[in-house]
């Protein structure tokens, strides 16, 4: 069940701000680009962002507009994508470190 896929009990989520979900540092910029969306009518939306628990996290959260919907509403989803994004930075300083010692080579 919900509990399950999430962890959390729909008491927990239901009524809920998903905001306080997520750390304070990226609802800003998370905020500004679902206000993008509503502004230019853009049918979905995909935003890393990272999880307001202790724990550090990355979250992907995707956003569809329902089709044929006449009140407009959405549908949205999220995944952990924690290891893809250490993975990425881990990538990152090491090409860093390898350009910094090839241009002290050349």
């Known amino acids: 069940g919900f509990q399950g896929l999430t962890g959390l009990s729909p008491g927990q989520v239901l009524g809920r701000s998903g905001f306080k979900r ?5 609802r800003a910029s998370l905020r500004s680009a679902l206000d993008q969306v509503q502004q230019q009518g853009l049918g979905s939306l995909c935003v890393r962002f990272r999880g307001a628990d202790e ?3 990355w979250l992907q959260i995707e956003i569809r507009r329902l089709q044929n919907d006449p ?9 952990d994508v924690s290891e893809r994004e250490q993975a990425r930075r881990s990538l990152s300083r090491q090409q860093q470190s390898a350009e910094i010692i090839l241009s002290s080579i050349g």
């Not at 009140?71 to 995944?79: E, K, P, Y």
């Open 22 to 26: 997520i750390a304070r540092q990226d």
């Open 55 to 57: 724990r550090v996290r």
């Open 71 to 79: 009140r407009g509403d959405w549908i949205s989803w999220s995944r």
